[in-house]
């Protein structure tokens, strides 16, 4: 079974500060992964996906993730973070094949500084 | 467009109380999903289903059963509720498996004393 792991459990930045949250994950095939964001309060949102192709993909709100096949890794990255991104961010994955389901990572809490 | 809803928002029970936990879409999505969350556990698939009358367990099943009679709605049952599935419960609903983004409801917060 696939699993998901996201190194950090709270990052804490100021305001203009580059921002990189790891993610990794373990599956052997072809994968989709997804980065979601969920505010205080509030669901989970679709942040960016991969699914194929141009392994950096861009998502909402100047985020971005780039997919190294190599490293198993999916990681999320915004050159400068505004106070509004405190929110929590989940990666997640799903194996590209039908029947399977999304399978998260614990997340990571963003708290940013003004 | 109501998207995922679902019912209850709030509940209270107690250690060995049942209750159901009703998600509804409209958008006529294939994929329904039930989802725990909890502090430093992130989001753990409860159950899920791929269309209307399948369903399949997830990564903690235990403790819960589910249904999907119809294609818009997708029920979790808890027969006999424990403090340990005290938690935040999110459906979401995908038009089809793998490429497509997940919709999510508001989610349930349900705390059983």
């Known amino acids: 079974a696939q699993s998901v792991s996201q190194h950090n459990h709270h990052v804490i930045l100021s305001e203009a500060a580059s921002l990189e949250l790891g993610c990794n994950y373990s599956?052997?095939?072809?994968?989709?992964l997804f980065w979601y964001v969920q505010y205080p309060g509030q669901h989970l949102q679709l942040l960016l996906k991969?699914?194929?192709?141009?392994?950096l993909v861009k998502g909402i709100k100047g985020f971005e993730a780039e997919f190294i096949k190599s490293k198993f890794s999916f990681n999320l990255r915004k050159p400068s973070v505004q106070w509004s991104d405190t929110a929590e961010y989940f990666c997640?994955?799903?194996?590209?094949?039908?029947?399977?389901?999304?399978?998260f990572g614990k997340g990571t809490t963003l708290s940013v500084s003004s | 467009n109501a998207g995922v809803t679902q019912t209850p928002k709030f509940r209270v029970l107690k250690t060995g109380q049942s209750m159901t936990l009703l998600c509804a879409q409209d958008?006529?999505?294939?994929?329904m999903y039930w989802y725990r969350q909890d502090p430093g556990m992130g989001l753990r698939l409860i159950h899920y289903?791929?269309?209307?009358?399948?369903?399949a367990k997830g990564e903690v099943p235990d403790g819960y059963n589910v249904s999907r009679l119809k294609k818009q709605n997708f029920l979790l049952g808890l027969e006999s509720a424990a403090p340990s599935q005290t938690s935040v419960y999110f459906c979401?609903?995908?038009?089809?498996?793998?490429?497509?983004?997940?919709?999510f409801g508001n989610g349930t917060r349900l705390t059983v004393t």
């Open positions: 979401a609903s995908s038009y089809i498996q793998g490429n497509s983004p997940l919709h």
């Open positions: 289903s791929v269309g209307e009358g399948t369903t």
């Open positions: 991969y699914f194929s192709g141009d392994p």
């Open positions: 599956y052997g095939g072809t994968v989709n």
């Open positions: 958008m006529n999505h294939e994929y």
């Open positions: 997640a994955v799903t194996p590209n094949q039908a029947g399977t389901a999304l399978i």
